[in-house]
């Protein structure tokens, strides 16, 4: 199996790290991932007439010294361990897989796509801005089978025990029966506890909710409660202010909406339970589209 890796941290994620221990073990593994963190961009493309940086990098580049899974996932029998490419593109996760399509697999489109794991949870309303969902999405649109992962903590240092446990099966239980409808991406969202106390998986659906706030004075000891720095956002932490600027930072509180319910995703992993939902690229409302037609919408002139 050809398996095409990103994420939105940036190569240097533990993650990502972790995720290419867990998928090498499914076939040969060709990582592009941003050279910055790009968190938040969605499907954004970076777009324009501008140089893009790729580089191809050891693992001494890539820091891979600084993780490895002491046992290996359980695969299929008989499965032996891939290889593992390493490679930045200094661009957003979907421009990542785009340039992936065409340049190492412009011959042929990798098996599946797997984007992650994303620092940090990617169900309710942050799956629309997710950069790893929007990586997966970039995938879906060009027919690719596509898994997006994410663990509900930013810590830099996170517990990635439950993922190595319980990922490998539920990537082999997606990938053994794909689905004919195209467009569809997974999102798969572990919550932020180690393996042994993880209480099961869910099938779901997006939960809804929205985010208050959001806009506070810029203040980058937040970022220690969390481990972080603003450096490893990709920013300084003095940024500079030209005359009359005020510096803000977007971090908020999150907002529950009045319709969520048990298959939720946000509340799946409130009950410590493995989140999975399956998103489309086509976000038509086919209810409404049908309600429209209903109300004489559809005119000739």
Request: proline share 5%.
């Amino acid at each position: 199996m050809e398996i095409l890796l990103t994420n939105d941290d940036g190569y240097k994620a533990k993650g990502i790290k972790v995720l290419a221990e867990i998928m090498k073990k499914f076939g040969n593994v060709t990582v592009i991932a941003p050279k910055r963190h790009q968190s938040g961009m969605s499907m954004a493309a970076s777009l324009g007439l501008k140089q893009i940086a790729y580089r191809e990098l050891s693992g001494e580049e890539a820091e891979l010294d600084t993780y490895r899974l002491e046992d290996g996932p359980l695969t299929k029998e008989g499965n032996t361990e891939g290889t593992v490419k390493w490679a930045y593109l200094d661009a957003t996760p979907a421009s990542c897989v785009k340039f992936g399509l065409n340049t190492c697999f412009l011959g042929k489109f990798p098996d599946v796509v797997v984007s992650g794991i994303n620092h940090g949870s990617n169900a309710s309303s942050a799956s629309c801005y997710s950069g790893t969902l929007g990586a997966a999405a970039e995938a879906a649109l060009n027919g690719i089978p596509a898994i997006g992962v994410s663990l509900d903590t930013i810590n830099p240092e996170a517990d990635f025990s439950a993922v190595e446990r319980y990922f490998p099966d539920i990537f082999l239980k997606i990938m053994s029966d794909l689905p004919e409808k195209n467009g569809i991406y997974y999102n798969v969202n572990f919550p932020d506890m180690p393996a042994d106390e993880i209480r099961g998986i869910r099938a779901g659906h997006q939960g809804m909710g929205r985010w208050i706030r959001e806009f506070l004075p810029w203040d980058p000891s937040k970022y220690g409660r969390y481990g972080l720095t603003p450096e490893m956002l990709g920013q300084s932490s003095i940024p500079s202010a030209e005359e009359e600027e005020e510096l803000y930072m977007m971090v908020g509180e999150y907002l529950d909406g009045p319709d969520n319910d048990s298959r939720s995703d946000h509340w799946i992993m409130r009950e410590g339970r493995i989140s999975i939902v399956a998103h489309n690229i086509d976000t038509t409302d086919r209810d409404e589209l049908s309600r429209m037609q209903r109300l004489g919408f559809d005119r000739d002139f």
